[in-house]
Structures are given as structure tokens and as C-alpha cells.
Nanobody, 122 residues
């Protein structure tokens, strides 16, 4: 089982930016597609973004297109989610996950991190 650890969450004002990191522990991340998901209180966990193994394909939820960017640095065994122009509705726990196929579906991913809290508030 791939071990993943998210970091970079925190409190930010609307319009601000955060960069989340997803680091692999004990495994090489470049064999996996990576997805970012988020879950707000009382809501279903939703796909935010994902990136293919090679990095050649990326996917974004309509709600974050133009604001979020996913990238990977295989040398650092880390995947990033750059979040710009943050809105209060982006507030959620953000999770990264590893799988074989990049998508915005939870079922595409079998290994999950513990999550990091992102709060967007003035």
C-alpha cells in the first residue's frame, strides 16, 4: 500500500493562494497517477484535479479550472496542487490519492492520504 502525506493547508483570505503537497513515503510516486479530492462538512468527497503517470494529462473540476494547477516533481517524489484565487467555497479537507488511471473519480484510486485542512475566510 502506498503511503501518502499531504501538507500545505492552512487559513487563507479570499483571493489568496496556497500550495498543497502530496509526498510518498516508502514508495516511488512516479509509478502512479495522482488525484486531489476535497470534502467539506456535510458534502460528498469530490474530485478536484488529477495527473497521469507521465504528467501528460491533467484533469480539473469545473469549479477550479483556471485557478488550480496540478503538477508533479518525480525527483522529489511529490505532487503539488497550486491553488490561486481561493474562494470560501474551496474550504474543505483536501486529500491526495494514488492509482493507475488519472480521473476525478474516487474509485480510480486505492491509496489515500490523511488529508490537510484548507480554510478560506476573511
Amino acid at each position: 500500500q502506498v503511503q501518502l502525506v499531504e501538507s500545505g493547508g492552512g487559513l487563507v483570505q479570499p483571493g489568496g493562494s496556497l500550495r498543497l503537497s502530496c509526498a510518498a513515503s516508502g514508495f516511488t510516486l512516479d509509478y502512479y497517477s495522482i488525484g486531489w479530492f476535497r470534502q467539506a462538512p456535510g458534502k460528498e468527497r469530490e474530485g478536484v484535479s488529477s495527473i497521469s503517470i507521465s504528467g501528460s494529462s491533467t484533469y480539473y473540476a469545473d469549479s477550479v479550472k483556471g485557478r488550480f494547477t496540478i503538477s508533479r516533481d518525480n525527483a522529489k517524489n511529490t505532487v503539488y496542487l497550486q491553488m490561486n484565487s481561493l474562494k470560501p467555497e474551496d474550504t474543505a479537507v483536501y486529500y491526495c490519492a494514488a492509482g493507475l488511471i488519472a480521473s476525478l473519480r474516487r474509485t480510480s484510486f486505492g491509496s489515500w492520504g490523511q488529508g490537510t485542512q484548507v480554510t478560506v475566510s476573511s
